[in-house]
C-alpha cells in the first residue's frame, strides 16, 4: 500500500484535481476535516474525545487525527492507499503519518499568487439567477448585464478582494513550504504547474504518480 498527498493553495483547483484523482486511481479521498465532523457525529470514543477539544476552542491534538487515519486505511476502500486532503499541515504531523502508512507521492499544485488573486478576485455572479462570471475570463457579453436572465444585479463576495486572498494564500504558504522541503528531502515531492487547463494538471499528475 503506498499513499499520495495533495496540496495546493486556495483557489488553485485542488478539489478538481482531488475528484479526479480518485476517480482514475480509485484512491479514496481522506479528508481529516470531514473524518473528525463524522466521528464527532457518530459519537465513538475517538469523536467525542475530539469534540471535547474543539467545544474547548481548542486544536484537536495530532494524536486524535492520527487515530483517525489509523481507523480509516484499514477500511477495504484504503487497501490500495488513499490520497490525503487537508494534512499533515505540520512537520510532527507528517512524522506522525509516516509511521502509520507509506507516502510515495506528495503532489503540489502550484500557481503563482497573483494568478489566483486575478482568478478569484474577478469572480462575479447574477444576484437574480447565480450565473457566474469573471471579469477577465468569462464577462457577460453585454457589459452590466446578465446573459442568462437580462438582470443587471450583479453581486461580489466580500471576502474575494485581492487583500484578503493574500492573506490567505501567505498562509497556505508558511504552512506549506516547511513540508515540501520536508518531503523533497525523502525524495516524494512533485510540484505541478497548475496555471493551466483541468485536463493538462490531471495528466500531469497522473504521469507523477506512475513514475
Ligand atoms: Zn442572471
Redesign the pocket.
Known sequence: MSSIVLFGPPGAGKGTQAQRITEETGLPQVSTGDMLRAAVAAKTTTGLAAKSFMDAGQLVPDEIIIALIEQRIKDDDAKKGVMYDGFPRTIPQAEALAKIDQISHVIAIEVPDERIVERICGRYT??????VYHDSFNPTSKEGI??????T?FKRRADDNADTVLARLSAYHEQTSPLATWYDERGVFFGVDGDRNIPDITSDILHILVK
Open positions: 447574477c444576484g437574480d439567477c447565480s450565473a446578465c446573459d442568462s436572465c437580462q438582470s444585479n
